[in-house]
């Protein structure tokens, strides 16, 4: 915003009668010299340019007695909205952005505004070069979470780190097998405790330098220095021999069948061992972090990707806590549709299935009438699985016994009245206290919870809300007896699965207590040296202990949605559900 837009601002803000637009307001030079904390002559100079752009009319008092008048020509809605219009033209949507958060701003014009924002968001060419940039810009209405491997725990960080990092190798879903990534072939001896990888030669990090085994063995070295959440998964490695630079040998204690996702997944995200990731983030990956602030994550195409190079050469990801909506928007703005094919250039959306769910789960660091069984039994019925879809529709598809789609079309769900949900409540010793449903402060897990609220409150059960932004554990654990949360695996669902059981930063561990979560950890015990259909079954025995006991209350699988145009291909949905950035591109106008 210029600065005498924000002139006109400071006075309209400290006038009170400077709402009437068209009427003079009495004041003197001295009034405004402290409401613009400039000198009398500054006040002058400062009047007179606002009166040239049309801002105001300034009539000076003649004479002892004859106060001055100042009239304003335009309303703070006006000048808010030209100046966010400006600053959207000139591309500064920080700027923008910040404007959305000044207390002036009403509801109604926050919309307005954020409608013009939305259309400078998606797909766009821009002319920084002979050839054009590719940008693809989205927002996200949270900031971002911790992006490092050894902790990162959420799903769309998770994604992004895909991106900017590379593992060994790849997990592929489609054929459930395993591919080259960093490295190029891989063996094992017969009993599985033994691996050897070597690696690609002159693959280069985003600054500039040669990954070696070294780097490789400094990656793993870092889960344990660090304590990483992950680790537990990793206990059977007992030493990591260097075999030159591009060879790497892991001896394990005990055989382990799984060693494959462990080094698929993204807590294995190889990083280079001379630069510090607090200060500098450097990986192998398609696309390179340009920058990162509280307002804008940008990526740039990494030129020197060992793979193939990405299409798009930058992606913006700015942060905007008024955008309700968790849709993915993957447009064009009009003017850049003029050269496309004529044939596809209408918008349509894609709904495509995440794995995983949304849930309730109770936490038992807190007392309180959640604790007694026949009470969560009474959530249970409230929590209709059937209900939701019915009630609120959306993106929720169907009804979930199980984080797996495929588990859970296989379980015969049963969902009694509301009448029986409301003898369960007699029956557990409840007597009317009130009980906080935490969930994050987005549109889809408000609008479940309030349907929540509302059925509870049907049967007598008082339910109060706690919205948070970002998840803290030891805030969740004091204030709120009951989350709602949603877990979306990756394509490796195995992987997804057995994280989900063992990652000490997520919401099950944070919520459990320790007897609880040895009883699913002990059904985990041998996982990893278990054959593939032996691991299935013990992953839902798993998910029969947070079942059967009523920790966990499973609610709907979910489609994730994404606004597309027609002229974009190489739509290939990556890890937890997402497009994969690095493969779109735009079709512009053919023979």
């Known amino acids: 915003m210029d600065h005498f837009s924000n002139h006109f601002l400071c006075l309209a803000i400290a006038i009170p009668s400077s709402i009437d637009i068209g009427e003079g307001n009495p004041v003197t030079i001295d009034r405004l010299a402290s ?6 002559r500054n006040v002058k100079f400062i009047l007179r340019k606002l009166e040239e752009q049309g801002f105001i009319h ?11 008048q100042l009239t304003f020509l335009r309303t703070i809605e006006e000048v808010l909205e030209d100046s966010f219009q400006e600053l959207v033209n000139k591309g500064k949507l920080k700027e923008a952005i910040e404007l959305l958060s000044r207390g002036q701003v009403s509801d109604t014009l926050k919309e307005r505004l954020l409608m013009v924002l939305n259309k400078q968001m998606g797909f766009r060419s821009e002319t920084e070069s002979t050839s054009g940039l590719d940008v693809l810009r989205i927002t996200r209405n949270r900031h971002m979470e911790v992006l490092d491997p050894a902790y990162v725990y959420t799903a769309f960080e998770s994604y992004l ?31 599985s405790t033994s691996y050897i990888f070597y690696l690609r030669k002159g693959v280069r990090f985003h600054h500039g330098k040669i990954m070696t085994s070294r780097d490789v063995k400094e990656t793993f070295q870092r889960l344990i220095d660090l304590n990483s959440p992950a680790l537990s998964l990793y ?9 030159g630079d591009h060879r790497i040998r892991f001896e394990l204690s005990r055989p382990n069948l799984f060693f494959l996702h462990m080094f698929s997944c993204i807590h294995m995200s190889i990083l280079p ?23 804008v994550l940008v990526l740039a195409a990494f030129d020197y990707y060992y793979g193939i190079r990405p299409l798009l050469d930058r992606v913006e990801i700015w942060y905007l806590p008024e955008q309700a909506s968790n849709e993915r928007l993957y447009e064009l703005p009009e003017s850049a549709q003029e050269g496309l094919l004529p044939n596809i250039i209408c918008n349509h959306s894609i709904d495509y299935p995440a794995l995983g769910c949304r849930y309730l789960l109770f936490n038992f660091h807190k007392d309180g009438i959640h604790q ?14 059937e209900a939701l879809i019915k009630e609120l529709g959306g993106n929720r598809s169907t009804p979930a016994d199980s984080f ?16 029986h949900a409301r003898e369960l409540l007699v029956a557990s010793g409840y007597q009317g206290e009130t009980l906080r449903l935490a969930t994050k402060d987005k549109k889809e897990e408000r609008e479940e919870a309030l349907w929540l609220q509302a059925r509870a409150a049907s049967v007598g059960l008082h339910i109060e809300l706690y919205l948070f932004n970002e998840f803290n554990s030891a805030d969740i654990k004091n204030t709120a007896e009951i989350l709602l949360a949603e877990e979306v695996l990756e394509d490796d669902w195995q992987w997804g699965m057995v994280n989900y059981f063992n990652n000490k930063l997520n919401y099950l561990f944070s919520l459990l207590r320790d007897e609880q979560i040895l009883l699913f950890s002990d059904v985990l015990t041998d996982f990893t040296q278990s054959p593939k259909e032996e691991r299935i079954k013990l992953l839902d025995q798993a998910e029969g202990v947070l079942r059967d006991n009523y920790w966990v209350l499973y609610g709907c699988h979910m489609n994730k949605k994404a606004q597309l145009n027609q002229s974009l291909f190489g739509l290939h949905t990556s890890s937890f559900g997402f497009l994969d950035i690095s493969k779109l591109w735009i079709k512009t106008t053919s023979l």
């Open 35 to 40: 409401i613009l904390c400039c000198t009398p």
């Open 58 to 68: 300034w009539q000076p008092g003649r004479g002892r007695g004859n106060i001055s």
């Open 161 to 191: 780190l895909g991106q900017i990092y590379s593992t060994l190798v790849t997990y592929d879903a489609a054929s459930d097998t395993f591919l080259p990534g960093l490295a190029h072939m891989w063996e094992t001896n017969e009993d």
């Open 235 to 243: 206990k059977d490695i007992e030493r990591v021999e260097i075999e």
């Open 273 to 295: 061992h001379d630069v510090d990731l607090v200060k500098e983030v450097s990986g192998t990956g398609p696309y390179r972090l340009l920058d990162l602030n509280e307002d």
């Open 372 to 385: 007694h069984q026949l009470f969560r039994q009474a959530i249970r019925i409230l929590y209709s699985r």
């Open 404 to 419: 797996l789609p495929w588990e859970s079309s296989k379980r015969s769900i049963i969902e009694p009245t509301l009448e």
